[in-house]
């Protein structure tokens, strides 16, 4: 099972980028998918989740009304959409799948992909 993040990069504060993350050799299709991140330094933290049909979806305090969860399950994929961006903002992305239609801690999550660095400027 692969799930592969794609999309970071550089970007200066107040600006967006759109993360990607694509799964193969399983569909995730009933499964709850999640974004995390991790700074240097710092645990790894849950930034947003969404539900295994998209209906429910959640987001760390410290993202929220910024960042946006979505998924298309006809392509086994999730993104997330990353606007007004902080220099805080600034870590490796993760996507992640659970093992119920939903989840939120981390110990909910069983497959991760590979990071995606994402770098904001000030």
């Known amino acids: 099972v692969q799930l592969q993040a794609c999309g970071g990069g550089l970007v200066q504060a107040g600006g967006f980028l759109r993360l990607s993350c694509a799964a193969s050799k399983r569909t995730f299709s009933n499964n709850g998918m999640g974004w995390f991140r991790q700074a240097p330094g710092k645990e790894r933290e849950v930034v947003a989740a969404i539900s295994w049909n998209g209906g429910i979806t959640n987001y760390a305090d410290s993202v929220k009304g910024r960042f946006t969860i979505s998924r298309n399950n006809a392509k086994n994929a999730v993104y997330l959409q990353m606007d007004s961006l902080k220099p805080e903002d600034t870590a490796v992305y993760y996507c992640?799948?659970?093992?119920?239609?939903?989840?939120?801690?981390?110990?909910?999550?069983?497959?991760w992909g590979k990071g995606t660095q994402v770098t904001v400027s000030s």
């Open positions: 992640a799948a659970a093992r119920g239609v939903v989840g939120w801690n981390r110990d909910q999550y069983m497959y």
